[in-house]
């Protein structure tokens, strides 16, 4: 299978993804022991899936409850439906401080925010800023009580069958 700028991705790609997505800060030399390549190989595969867009950066991922952000909360919210209301009413409310995700859904509402702070307070801020949105009509939330994981993995959490695919085709 090839990606969204079509490169095709082999084996090694996918061994080489898993490495660098469960910690980028791996060397060169402990990538290159693990995968049975030279480091020149493994800096031409990281730069070639970096150009490619496969690899979209570069960050730390940081513990959010180092900064005493443990309140999680997940919004429905039903819009009103006008041309381009995914795009405008998405990016609005992907733009409140405090929101972390903003999935587009089809079915019962038409968009559900992730979104995390410190206290209800700024919880209630956050929310009242969604309903304030131009075209948000309801907003339905739900609390998360305990994070059982919240770093998503794309390699590690991709079904064989999805693997295989992404690999032969």
């Known amino acids: 299978m090839t990606d969204a700028n079509g490169g095709a991705f082999d084996e090694m790609d996918i061994e080489l993804l898993r490495c660098v997505e469960?910690?980028?800060?791996?060397?060169?030399?402990?990538?290159?022991?693990?995968?049975?390549?030279?480091?020149?190989?493994?800096?031409?595969?990281?730069?070639?899936?970096?150009?490619?867009?496969?690899?979209?950066?570069?960050t730390a991922d940081l513990d959010p409850l180092s900064f005493g952000l443990d309140m999680v909360a997940i919004t429905e919210v039903s819009v009103t439906h006008e041309q381009g209301y995914s795009e405008s009413i998405g990016a609005d409310l992907a733009a409140l401080a405090g929101v972390e995700q903003v999935y587009y859904t089809m079915g019962d509402v038409?968009?559900?925010?992730?979104s995390r702070?410190?206290?209800?307070?700024?919880?209630?801020?956050?929310?009242?800023?969604?309903?304030?949105?131009?075209?948000?009509?309801?907003?339905?939330?739900?609390?998360?009580?305990?994070?059982?994981?919240?770093?998503?993995?794309?390699?590690?959490?991709m079904p064989e069958a999805a693997r295989t695919r992404v690999v032969e085709e």
């Open 22 to 58: 469960s910690d980028f800060d791996v060397s060169l030399d402990a990538l290159s022991e693990e995968l049975d390549l030279s480091k020149s190989a493994v800096h031409y595969r990281l730069n070639k899936l970096k150009d490619r867009g496969v690899i979209e950066g570069v």
């Open 110 to 114: 038409d968009f559900v925010v992730i």
């Open 117 to 157: 702070v410190q206290d209800r307070t700024q919880m209630n801020a956050v929310i009242e800023e969604m309903v304030a949105v131009d075209g948000v009509n309801e907003t339905s939330s739900r609390f998360v009580m305990d994070e059982i994981t919240s770093r998503p993995r794309v390699i590690d959490s």
